[in-house]
């Protein structure tokens, strides 16, 4: 009876650690070279690991990546949570002889898919972690700019 009820817990523990991991959902990225030889890459991560790791980034690197992009930051947020309620659609498709690209939001992620002579590249996004990580780099912003008034 003892061990039904730990396997149990422990199987509770497990699903309870394995929906927080992925209630942001999964960002997938898929490379497959055109060669007989060729790599092919294929590997899924929780966005909760991406939220994860801008908290251990380097706060200078961060500094450096919004400085010349901090006006466009809310614009940016605004419009991916707007895009989030739209219906599925292609946002943009570009072919030539060469290469195929397509960017289109489906079910609450934005795909890039490109297909080229030597290469396919297939990557998927919540649109959700986009909207977390601008937010992060706003609060950033936010922040630098206080420090620099304080300074002066």
Excluded: W
């Excluded at 992925?22 to 070279?33: L, M, P, Q, S, Y």
């Excluded at 939001?105 to 030597?118: A, I, P, T, Y």
Aim: with cysteine.
């Amino acid at each position: 009876m003892f061990f039904t009820k730990a396997i149990a817990g422990m199987a509770g523990t497990t699903l309870l650690a394995g929906a927080l991991v992925f209630h942001e959902g999964v960002i997938t990225v898929n490379v497959r070279e055109k060669r007989a030889d060729g790599d092919h890459v294929r590997f899924f991560v929780p966005a909760t690991v991406v939220s994860y790791g801008m908290g251990l980034a380097p706060e200078e690197q961060i500094r450096r990546a919004t400085r010349h992009a901090h006006e466009y930051l809310p614009v940016a947020r605004i419009a991916l949570q707007e895009l989030a309620k739209c219906p599925d659609s292609v946002l943009v498709e570009v072919k030539d002889r060469d290469e195929h690209v397509l960017i289109e939001k489906r079910g609450g992620r934005l795909l890039v898919n490109v297909d080229s002579r030597s290469e396919e590249v297939h990557v998927g996004v919540p649109i959700q972690t986009v909207v977390s990580v601008i937010k992060e780099l706003e609060s950033s912003a936010a922040r630098e700019k206080a420090a620099a008034i304080v300074r002066d």
